[in-house]
Nanobody, 119 residues
């Protein structure tokens, strides 16, 4: 199993980024997938999750209306569209497979991609 995030970078407040998580080594279409983030000096925070079919999605309140999770099962890729970015969105963003939101654990994680929101 391998999860590889990409798409992070430096962006000004109000800007946008699209994160990707390329999955391999398992049947991607069979699994819930999630995004988490960890801001400097803070703990891991769950951001969003999507059902295996892509029909059910959920978000932490702080990103609702600004972030959109999606997936392409044919490409085994998970996405997170980040719009109207704020400085407090600065964090390392991780994708995870089959995650327990309450315990902030997943059976597999990527290595993360850095998002920095600054003017």
């Amino acid at each position: 199993v391998q999860l590889v995030e990409s798409g992070g970078g430096l962006v000004q407040p109000g800007g946008s980024l699209r994160l990707s998580c390329a999955a391999s080594g398992f049947t991607f279409s069979s699994y819930y997938m999630s995004w988490f983030r960890q801001a400097p000096g803070k703990g891991l925070e769950w951001v969003s999750k999507i059902r295996s079919s892509g029909r059910n999605k959920d978000y932490v309140d702080s990103v609702k209306g600004r972030f959109t999770i999606s997936r392409d099962n044919a490409k085994s890729t998970l996405y997170l569209q980040l719009n109207t970015l704020k400085p407090e969105d600065t964090a390392v963003y991780y994708c995870g497979r089959e995650c327990n939101i309450a315990t902030r654990t997943c059976d597999y994680w990527g290595l993360g991609t850095q998002v920095t929101v600054s003017s």
